[in-house]
């Protein structure tokens, strides 16, 4: 009784009610990395969490981001998420997955994200308000959270991934100067647009939080299977979702 108690207070204090936690998994392998990406409409900054849990084949990828659109300064901030099984090797096969929720004590983000989902199973959640871009990119550094999704065909059972490990120093340093570098330039894009005559939409960017900053932004090596493109959508940095698909590794 007593640890039935503990389980239902650890759950509560997550947001999460009995009745939604279905399988619970501890995955062995967490693996974060980083990866800015920049063009001539936008630029973006991400933490790229792969999970896994051998022997089972499934593997989840979660990508934090947080970006602006160089044309009049608008930012955005989630994540994209998917998750997939191992064919062969170093092959994937994206899965189709619904009520895909991030939870921590401090941040969920249903009813505070918008989310969007596409052909091939990707979910994007993400928000233009910096209030919750903030509580979000903090939620997902402190490394205590968890990715809750069903699969179809598995009579919307809730899996839900515990994660216990935030990223290292490293991971953390690169994304903060990211996200310094992108708050300065998406103020400045905001002044521009709004000098030239553009309506510039919301306040500040707000993503530059207080963290200190680190070393420079890199790319991470991606490998696997071409898994095609996602439907085609129109705001430029939700292009990234081409990307997470074709990458997932």
Known sequence: MFIAFRLLTA?????IDEAAAGST????????????????????CEIILDVSNPPSR???KFITIAGYN??????????????ADITTTNKYQIARVSDVAFGSRT??????????????????????GPDLARSFINAVLSGTYELRFARS????????????????????????????????????????????GKPAAGGGSGLSITMDQG?????????GEDMGTPQEHVPTIQDETIRFSRDFS
């Open 215 to 223: 070393g420079q932004p890199h790319r991470s090596p991606t490998s």
């Open 25 to 44: 998994i501890f995955p062995t392998g967490v693996i974060y990395s980083n990866w800015t990406d920049e063009s001539e409409d936008a630029k973006v």
């Open 58 to 60: 499934e593997v989840v």
């Open 153 to 196: 065909g598995s009579d919307a059972e809730m899996l839900t991934y515990k994660i216990a490990s935030a990223p290292q120093e490293s991971v953390t340093s690169n994304f903060t100067d990211c996200l310094n570098h992108l708050a300065i330039e998406s103020n400045r894009a905001r002044s521009d647009a709004s000098t030239k």
């Open 107 to 128: 941040f969920n983000s249903l009813g505070h994200l918008d989310y969007e989902v596409y052909d091939d199973g990707t979910v994007m959640a993400t928000t233009q």
């Open 70 to 83: 160089k044309f009049d300064g608008t930012v955005l901030a989630g994540f994209l998420m998917a998750a």
């Open 11 to 15: 759950l509560a204090l997550l947001g």
